[in-house]
């Protein structure tokens, strides 16, 4: 079953930086637009970048600033997020999701991805 699996959360100091991964164990990435939220307590869950399954660049919420990185590894087994400059106001839970969807252009909406991660936890704080 198709399962997203995230890595690399973890405490950082504000300024820091950090390299999220997501794989899908047994799958290629390769067939599917895929996405990073994040979600904070309390708050809806936000769409942070994403990638469509045919155009190669990724596109990003307006608040990142040009902050963060979405990219996928030469295999396209991997899709990482480098995370630059992170704020207090980044801490979240971050969340890849696939959806086998061939559009054009990628969407940060939940209700594109049908595909789920756990998450991982990203602190930031001094």
């Known amino acids: 079953q198709l399962q997203p699996v995230e890595a690399g959360g973890d405490l950082v100091q504000p300024g820091g930086s950090l390299k999220l991964s997501c794989v899908a164990p047994g799958f290629t990435l390769k067939v599917y637009g895929i996405a990073w939220f994040r979600q904070v307590p309390g708050k809806e869950r936000e769409g942070v970048s994403c990638?469509?399954?045919?155009?190669?660049?990724?596109d990003y919420a307006g608040f990142l600033q040009g902050r963060f990185t979405m990219y996928r590894d030469s295999a396209e087994i991997t899709v990482y997020l480098q995370l630059n400059a992170l704020k207090p106001t980044d801490t979240a839970v971050y969340y890849c999701?696939?959806?086998?969807?061939?559009?054009?252009?990628?969407?940060?909406?939940?209700?594109?991805?049908?595909?789920w991660g756990r998450g991982t936890q990203v602190t930031v704080s001094s």
């Open positions: 990638i469509s399954r045919n155009r190669g660049m990724a």
């Open positions: 999701a696939l959806t086998p969807r061939d559009d054009q252009f990628c969407s940060l909406q939940e209700t594109a991805y049908n595909y």
